[in-house]
């Protein structure tokens, strides 16, 4: 029976506690040997080249996949527990993915995006919307400041608006966490824009984030703490400071790389 009574934010677990987590898909090694603690109340930038296993890494997280045998110890947890499923899981947690996205690429409406995140499903069915469900619904679309849209269809919207409606989704269950995988492929510079002031605005409310990403520009100045993974493997993790070097980032690009802060802001430039 998959464990979903520890729904408090507040825990002494860790939110994703993994060791020796490796994850094999077809004849490949998606994740090798991963070890990776991220505690409840953490901003974490997961950041490395494509193919560095960091989708995986998000899809191990909600169980798609799966950790196969190995010779070590594994650990496999999320708040302490080895079994969970998605419906537990989006009481504390909350996901933004491209292939979320990209299965609401149809007529129903933003509003309706955001409602179908308290039944995990893919726009309504016969499900019954409760009052309280119509209310959270509005404060969240409010809260995103994405009021002017709700009753346009999806599939009229630009990539960026139809971003906020699928993190409403997320949000409505008051997650204490938003994972956010590669979010801001397809974005322009305005929806870029709009879009980074929107994850302050998250964080800065008190729901913390893991952003899953290659563009270092999409850290924002909340997150701390840095983890590199490439070829699978964990290969840095600590202090954004730390973390965010000319060495370390040349190092896990493969490119010569001249990281510049501005505020808060880091860029790579000279590649």
Request: negative net charge; proline residues 4%; hydrophobic residues 35%.
């Given at each position: 029976?998959?464990?979903c009574?520890?729904?408090?934010?507040?825990?002494?677990?860790?939110?994703?506690?993994?060791?020796n987590?490796?994850?094999?898909?077809?004849?490949?090694?998606?994740?090798?040997?991963?070890?990776?603690?991220?505690?409840?109340?953490?901003?974490?930038?997961i950041i490395g080249?494509?193919?560095?296993g960091?989708s995986?890494?998000?899809?191990?997280?909600?169980?798609?996949?799966?950790?196969?045998?190995?010779?070590?110890?594994?650990?496999?947890?999320?708040?302490?527990?080895e079994?969970?499923?998605?419906?537990?899981?989006?009481?504390?947690?909350?996901?933004?993915?491209n292939?979320?996205q990209?299965?609401?690429?149809?007529?129903?409406?933003?509003?309706?995006?955001?409602?179908?995140?308290?039944?995990?499903?893919?726009?309504?069915?016969?499900?019954t919307?409760?009052?309280?469900?119509?209310?959270?619904?509005?404060?969240?679309?409010?809260?995103?400041?994405?009021s002017?849209?709700?009753?346009?269809?999806?599939?009229e919207?630009?990539?960026?608006?139809?971003?906020?409606?699928?993190?409403?989704?997320?949000?409505?269950?008051?997650?204490?966490?938003?994972?956010l995988?590669?979010?801001?492929?397809?974005?322009?510079?305005?929806?870029?824009?709009?879009?980074?002031r929107?994850l302050?605005?998250?964080?800065?409310?008190?729901?913390?984030?893991?952003l899953?990403?290659?563009?270092?520009?999409d850290?924002?100045p909340?997150?701390?703490?840095v983890?590199?993974?490439?070829?699978?493997?964990?290969c840095?993790?600590?202090?954004?400071?730390?973390?965010l070097?000319?060495?370390?980032?040349?190092?896990?690009?493969s490119?010569?790389?001249?990281?510049?802060?501005?505020?808060?802001?880091?860029?790579a430039t000279?590649?």
């Amino acid at each position: 029976m998959p464990a979903c009574a520890d729904t408090d934010k507040k825990t002494i677990s860790p939110l994703i506690d993994f060791a020796n987590v490796t994850i094999i898909r077809g004849d490949k090694r998606v994740l090798d040997a991963v070890t990776l603690s991220i505690h409840e109340g953490e901003n974490v930038a997961i950041i490395g080249p494509n193919s560095a296993g960091k989708s995986s890494l998000i899809k191990t997280i909600t169980r798609e996949y799966y950790p196969v045998i190995s010779e070590g110890p594994v650990t496999f947890k999320v708040r302490g527990n080895e079994i969970w499923d998605v419906f537990c899981l989006r009481s504390f947690i909350g996901i933004v993915s491209n292939d979320l996205q990209y299965t609401f690429t149809r007529t129903i409406t933003g509003r309706e995006v955001v409602i179908s995140g308290f039944f995990s499903s893919i726009g309504l069915f016969n499900q019954t919307v409760t009052p309280e469900m119509e209310e959270k619904t509005d404060e969240v679309i409010r809260f995103l400041g994405i009021s002017h849209l709700k009753d346009r269809p999806v599939n009229e919207m630009s990539s960026g608006e139809a971003r906020r409606f699928v993190i409403g989704r997320a949000l409505v269950s008051d997650p204490a966490t938003l994972i956010l995988d590669e979010p801001t492929n397809s974005l322009d510079f305005s929806a870029l824009h709009t879009f980074r002031r929107t994850l302050r605005t998250i964080t800065q409310s008190g729901t913390n984030i893991i952003l899953v990403t290659h563009n270092l520009h999409d850290i924002i100045p909340e997150i701390s703490r840095v983890v590199m993974m490439n070829g699978g493997k964990i290969c840095g993790d600590g202090k954004k400071t730390d973390m965010l070097t000319d060495e370390k980032v040349s190092g896990l690009f493969s490119v010569p790389v001249h990281v510049k802060e501005e505020n808060g802001w880091y860029y790579a430039t000279g590649y």
